[in-house]
């Protein structure tokens, strides 16, 4: 996570300056918001929205838009919160474990009365882990040495990937500040996908079409 977030460290900059003017100086249809929240996922082959199946995590994304025209740049991370949990955890097989992203969307944003909607598609580089199938279970001293506890081993898998990212967003807003919440689909040998929500902070509104 943290090599993908070094990515954003100039980008966060360069938004919060962009926000930073006022309404006097003309816009020349550029606009540029950052944006960060929580995500909830699942993945195949056993997509399932079920706590013992979801995993959780953050996400922060850069957006630039020139006519209507976007940009999206986001990094994500989820794990499976579930096998951090310390007394009779019985972790689930053919999950996956965890996935570290980022990612690159070009899409088109849909003005409407109560808010835009910004659909994208793009490509997008991760880290993945994955839990395949139960190889043994090992019995280990508990932590207090009063017993034993099992210890599920399974056939882990970790590699990188290429996918292609398609996102959805609906986006309200009021000048410099903004709510997203978007639901995502990313193609890869263990397609991940879920819904996400984020607080935007930037130059969003599109203050032409506020005139109108």
């Excluded at 910004?118 to 993945?128: C, E, H, K, Q």
């Excluded at 190889?135 to 590699?159: E, I, K, N, S």
């Amino acid at each position: 996570m943290k090599r993908s977030l070094n990515w954003f460290i100039p980008l966060l900059f360069l938004a919060i300056e962009s926000g930073a003017q006022t309404d006097s100086v003309p816009s020349f249809g550029h606009r540029f918001w950052i944006s960060s929240g929580p995500v909830m996922s699942s993945s195949t082959p056993n997509l399932s929205f079920k706590d013992s199946r979801s995993l959780y995590g953050w996400q922060l994304g850069l957006t630039y838009e020139r006519k209507d025209q976007v940009i999206y740049l986001r990094g994500s991370a989820i794990i499976d919160f579930y096998k951090y949990q310390v007394f009779e955890y019985n972790p689930l097989p053919d999950k996956l474990n965890d996935l570290t992203e980022l990612s690159l969307s070009y899409g088109h944003r849909f003005h409407f009365k109560w808010g835009s909607l910004i659909p994208a598609i793009g490509l997008s580089i991760g880290d993945l882990g994955y839990r395949g199938a139960h190889t043994d279970t090992a019995q280990v001293p508990d932590f207090l040495g009063f017993g034993t506890v099992p210890v599920y081993h399974f056939d882990h898998r970790t590699f990188f990937y290429l996918g292609v990212p398609v996102t959805v967003r609906w986006l309200g807003s009021y000048k410099y500040l903004g709510f997203e919440f978007g639901a995502y689909c990313n193609f890869h040998k263990y397609a991940d996908m879920g819904f996400t929500a984020a607080i935007a902070v930037g130059r969003i509104t599109n203050y032409r079409r506020r005139k109108k």
